[in-house]
């Protein structure tokens, strides 16, 4: 059975940085495109962003380019989110989706599997 699960979320300050990571079972990371969303409260899914284990393209959300890096550890099947100089908007349960080996041109998908999500929440 394909599963995804997030973890890593958590409290954090202003500044500050955490790693989200998302383990998969069921399959193996390898060649499929993952992405990471967020839903703030009140507010859209959106997504942050996308990064195809086929070609190496990756696309993010340009308010966390150069804050927040995926990157995958084959060895543990896992993808990791590394995202740092977190801001108050960051504030968001944050999803991880699998897609079937695209090449990353937008945040918009398709996916097909989805994690469970794990809650950040960035406060002083």
């Known amino acids: 059975q394909l599963q995804l699960v997030e973890s890593g979320g958590g409290l954090v300050q202003p500044g500050g940085s955490l790693r989200l990571s998302c383990a998969a079972s069921?399959?193996?990371?390898?060649?499929?495109?993952i992405g990471w969303f967020r839903q703030a409260p009140g507010k859209e899914r959106e997504g942050v962003s996308c990064a195809s284990g086929r070609t190496g393209s990756t696309v993010y959300l340009d308010s966390v380019k150069g804050r927040f890096t995926v990157s995958r550890d084959l060895a543990k099947n896992t993808v990791y989110l590394q995202m740092n100089s977190l801001k108050p908007e960051d504030t968001a349960i944050y999803y991880c989706a699998v897609g079937s080996g695209y090449v990353c041109r937008s945040l918009a998908g398709p996916y097909d599997y989805w994690g469970q999500g794990t809650q950040v929440t960035v406060s002083s």
């Open positions: 069921g399959f193996t990371l390898d060649y499929y495109t």
